[in-house]
């Protein structure tokens, strides 16, 4: 049942984004809550989650020109990587408008949702799945099945799953010459260096540089 909080929210972004985005962001919440069952996460923490998911994408449908005319007049840095690839300025740019133009400005909510892209070395479980639910919500599994295996790694270990995502999705960015947000990099580090699991040393050189 979704809170007073998540309703608001809800009630104040549907005119300003297109039914496409809200059916994604639909799909995303019905996982996250799901997951956040699954891991038995406390109703703090689970609030905190799905408000995250029903803000992330308040501004993933604006044209790359206008996302860079936004972060300029916010004054926030772009990156070579965000510049080249604008879309991945909607986290960001989404997390500074939830809170100054929705009064969204809990640091955990803010935090989840600017990263929700790349992940952050500092997600805790509870953003991960957040994460995980952004990437694996049937719409996109549907679209590229390998996803599936991250799906079904979920329910058993956030973490776990959130690293075999990073590297399908470097496996696919080198196959389509994309270049990897640094911080995607750094949060696949910290995955490991937080014992997520063995990788082959291939895997380590290859993706992680460790």
């Not at 080249?84 to 803010?110: I, M, Q, R, S, T």
Request: hydrophobic share 45%; charged share 25%.
């Amino acid at each position: 049942m979704p809170t007073t909080d998540q309703r608001k929210l809800r009630a104040q972004m549907t005119p300003l984004i297109p039914p496409g985005v809200t059916g994604h962001i639909d799909r995303v919440v019905t996982l996250a809550a799901a997951l956040a069952e699954r891991h038995a996460f406390d109703v703090a923490t689970t609030e905190r989650l799905l408000l995250a998911a029903q803000g992330h994408d308040l501004l993933r449908a604006l044209e790359p020109a206008d996302l860079l005319t936004r972060a300029a007049d916010r004054g926030l840095e772009v990156d070579p990587v965000e510049r080249a690839a604008p879309v991945l300025l909607h986290g960001p740019l989404a997390a500074e408008e939830l809170c100054a133009d929705f009064d969204l400005c809990d640091p955990w909510v803010v935090h989840a949702v600017r990263w929700h892209t790349s992940g952050h070395p500092d997600f805790d479980d509870a953003a991960w799945v957040f994460f995980l639910a952004d990437k694996v919500e049937p719409w996109k599994v549907e679209q590229w099945p390998a996803l599936q295996q991250v799906l079904d790694s979920a329910w058993e270990s956030p973490a776990q799953a959130a690293l075999r995502y990073l590297e399908l999705n470097i496996e696919r960015g080198e196959s389509r010459g994309w270049h990897q947000h640094p911080m995607a990099l750094s949060a696949g580090r910290a995955l490991i260096e937080a014992g997520t699991r063995q990788l082959s040393d291939r895997l380590l050189k290859q993706f992680w540089g460790v």
